[in-house]
């Protein structure tokens, strides 16, 4: 009875193998395939089955008026988008070093071979390659960021050959409704195109405690991982925006992104390539938002505010008078420093935060003067203060 249950059991395995590779041959043939690689077809090259001189008026006289624009814009921007490749190190957790690579995209903006991404893109890499439109390669150095703004600038150098750079729009003439299109990489599928319009403008988005897209421009062309630093564009051809942020619950686009308007990045690069850093002004005060419960066991004269904890010696605000903290409490485990300037204005906006502080100084330059609305002692006054330029991180 024994050796015919063994028996049975073993009939019973040998039957479910059989199910089990059949259903993985069965699978393998005809279910749902990814693909294992992808590659880039050079732009102004045809298929592999077709005469390399294609008649594309014939092509294009078959297109709407609409996919018309969507090909022209295509052909005239894509030799100018960059697949960019980074290498990093990092160490995992006995201190053992883990090669890391990333990517993400960028575009050229002079014949010289100057690039604009985001900063994350290539932030800590160690190398930094960069591949054409035309599947052609090049080391890249990295020149300079704005960090707070999350652009970058890399240069290429083209040794001889002609680059095409892509024009720059004036993102401020921009209108809700306006067709875009964004070219780059996700998820490494070179020389991508989607499109869509221009969803919203003047959000402000934070991306992290000390980074943000101000006055970023909303759109619902399909912006996914990789898409980064690419470019977002006019159906004139002209890049109005850096991709650089989505909104998602789920990883992949929701039809929310956000890009950087390409007059701040205009700036930034300006800044970078004429004097190899980026102008930003400063204040010289370190603050403590305070509201509610806080401000009223403070006994604080504004229900809101950020109260000056210290005023950075020889800085624009000390110079200007602002007063720091002149003693020390205890509010649970913090230790606050307070009786200094309670902050609430800049310059007639309301300031709750130093998020609000940093978008309305990302909006100034070194030099500028801004009206710092106070309380002090109890008696509400206005100080001017002339910015400073920020000290090198």
Same mark, same amino acid.
């Given at each position: 009875?024994? %050796?015919?249950?063994?028996s049975?059991?073993?009939?019973?395995?040998i039957?479910?193998t059989v199910?089990v590779?059949?259903?993985?041959? $069965?699978?393998?043939?005809?279910?749902?395939?990814?693909?294992?690689?992808?590659? $880039?077809?050079?732009?102004g090259?045809?298929?592999?089955?077709?005469?390399?001189?294609?008649?594309?008026?014939?092509?294009?006289?078959?297109?709407?008026?609409?996919?018309?624009i969507?090909?022209?814009?295509?052909?005239?921007?894509?030799?100018?988008v960059? /697949?960019?490749?980074t +290498?990093?190190?990092?160490?995992?957790?006995?201190?053992?070093p883990?090669?890391?690579?990333?990517?993400?995209?960028?575009?050229? @903006?002079?014949? +010289?071979?100057?690039?604009?991404?985001?900063?994350h893109?290539?932030?800590?890499a160690?190398?930094?390659e960069? @591949?054409?439109?035309?599947?052609?390669?090049?080391? $890249?150095?990295f020149?300079?960021?704005?960090q707070? /703004?999350?652009v970058?600038?890399? +240069? @290429?150098?083209?040794?001889?050959?002609?680059?095409?750079?892509?024009?720059?729009?004036?993102?401020?003439?921009?209108?809700?409704g306006?067709?875009?299109?964004?070219?780059?990489?996700?998820?490494?599928?070179?020389?991508t195109?989607?499109?869509?319009?221009?969803?919203?403008?003047? *959000? &402000?988005?934070? &991306?992290s405690?000390?980074?943000?897209?101000?006055?970023?421009?909303?759109?619902? $062309?399909?912006? /996914?991982?990789? /898409?980064?630093?690419?470019?977002?564009?006019?159906?004139?051809?002209?890049? @109005?925006?850096i991709?650089?942020?989505?909104?998602?619950?789920t990883?992949?686009?929701?039809?929310?992104?956000?890009?950087?308007?390409?007059?701040?990045?205009?700036?930034?690069?300006?800044?970078?390539?004429?004097?190899? *850093?980026?102008?930003?002004?400063f204040?010289?005060?370190?603050?403590?938002?305070?509201?509610?419960?806080?401000?009223?066991?403070?006994?604080?004269?504004?229900?809101?505010?950020?109260?000056?904890?210290?005023?950075t010696k020889g800085?624009?605000?000390a110079?200007?008078?602002?007063?720091?903290?002149?003693?020390?409490?205890?509010?649970?485990?913090?230790?606050?420093?307070?009786?200094?300037?309670?902050?609430?204005?800049?310059d007639?906006?309301k300031?709750?935060?130093?998020?609000?502080?940093?978008?309305?100084?990302?909006?100034?330059?070194?030099?500028? %003067?801004? %009206?710092?609305t106070?309380?002090?002692?109890g008696?509400?006054?206005?100080?001017p203060?002339?910015?400073?330029?920020?000290?090198?991180?």
């Amino acid at each position: 009875m024994t %050796t015919q249950k063994t028996s049975n059991l073993v009939r019973l395995a040998i039957a479910l193998t059989v199910l089990v590779l059949a259903a993985y041959w $069965a699978g393998a043939r005809w279910g749902e395939r990814q693909p294992v690689r992808v590659g $880039a077809v050079p732009s102004g090259t045809s298929g592999a089955n077709e005469s390399p001189r294609v008649d594309l008026a014939a092509r294009d006289a078959a297109l709407t008026d609409e996919e018309a624009i969507n090909v022209r814009v295509y052909r005239q921007v894509s030799p100018a988008v960059a /697949n960019i490749l980074t +290498k990093a190190t990092e160490y995992d957790f006995f201190m053992d070093p883990v090669p890391v690579e990333g990517a993400g995209s960028g575009f050229l @903006i002079d014949e +010289k071979g100057y690039i604009l991404t985001n900063f994350h893109v290539v932030q800590q890499a160690q190398s930094i390659e960069v @591949i054409l439109g035309d599947q052609s390669r090049y080391p $890249a150095k990295f020149i300079g960021a704005d960090q707070r /703004n999350d652009v970058a600038l890399v +240069k @290429i150098d083209p040794k001889g050959k002609h680059l095409v750079a892509l024009p720059l729009a004036d993102s401020s003439s921009l209108q809700v409704g306006q067709k875009v299109l964004a070219i780059g990489n996700p998820f490494g599928f070179q020389s991508t195109l989607t499109t869509g319009v221009v969803s919203a403008l003047g *959000r &402000t988005v934070q &991306t992290s405690q000390t980074t943000f897209i101000d006055e970023a421009i909303q759109t619902d $062309a399909a912006i /996914n991982r990789g /898409n980064s630093g690419g470019p977002l564009i006019n159906s004139r051809g002209e890049v @109005i925006g850096i991709n650089s942020a989505i909104f998602t619950p789920t990883g992949t686009t929701a039809g929310i992104g956000f890009a950087i308007p390409i007059n701040s990045a205009k700036r930034i690069a300006h800044d970078l390539m004429t004097e190899g *850093r980026v102008h930003q002004a400063f204040l010289g005060v370190q603050t403590l938002p305070v509201a509610g419960t806080l401000a009223e066991a403070l006994d604080l004269p504004a229900q809101e505010g950020l109260l000056v904890e210290t005023a950075t010696k020889g800085g624009p605000a000390a110079v200007a008078g602002i007063r720091g903290g002149d003693r020390v409490v205890r509010a649970g485990m913090q230790r606050l420093a307070v009786g200094g300037d309670l902050i609430v204005a800049v310059d007639g906006q309301k300031v709750a935060s130093p998020f609000d502080l940093n978008i309305i100084l990302n909006r100034k330059r070194p030099g500028d %003067t801004v %009206t710092l609305t106070i309380y002090r002692g109890g008696k509400k006054t206005d100080v001017p203060v002339k910015l400073g330029e920020r000290p090198n991180q």
